[in-house]
Nanobody, 121 residues
Framework: QVQLVESGGGLVQPGGSLRLSCTAS????????MAWYRQAPGKERELVAG???????SYADSVRGRFTISRDNVKNMVYLQMNALKPEDTAVYSC???????????????WGQGTQVTVAS
């Protein structure tokens, strides 16, 4: 059983910062890509940022230069540092990871429950 649990969401003023954290726990052999997605009301879910096990990163154009994704491969955690937040960043942010639970299993896609980020004055 693999679980992803996010923390760090909340209400912040425009221009402020928040740091999201996500911890993967349970039966984990390897974790390939870890990523953050978000979904705003009435909009489709979108990829915010992703990070491979070797540290390579990718970002949505809308957040590049403001957000930084990082991971701790020992603790099985992924972080999203969000700076210069804008009202349009308001959304439910969800952690995603491709995890191989055991040495003999395939890799599967797992999701956290999501954490609300609201940017408003």
């Amino acid at each position: 059983q693999v679980q992803l649990v996010e923390s760090g969401g909340g209400l912040v003023q425009p221009g402020g910062s928040l740091r999201l954290s996500c911890t993967a726990s349970g039966s984990i052999y390897t974790i390939n890509v870890m990523a953050w997605y978000r979904q705003a009301p009435g909009k489709e879910r979108e990829l915010v940022a992703g990070i491979m096990s070797d540290g390579r990163t990718s970002y949505a154009d809308s957040v590049r230069g403001r957000f930084t994704i990082s991971r701790d491969n020992v603790k099985n955690m992924v972080y999203l540092q969000m700076n210069a937040l804008k009202p349009e960043d308001t959304a439910v942010y969800s952690c995603n990871a491709v995890i191989r639970p055991t040495i003999i299993s395939g890799s599967y896609n797992y999701w956290g429950q999501g954490t609300q980020v609201t940017v408003a004055s």
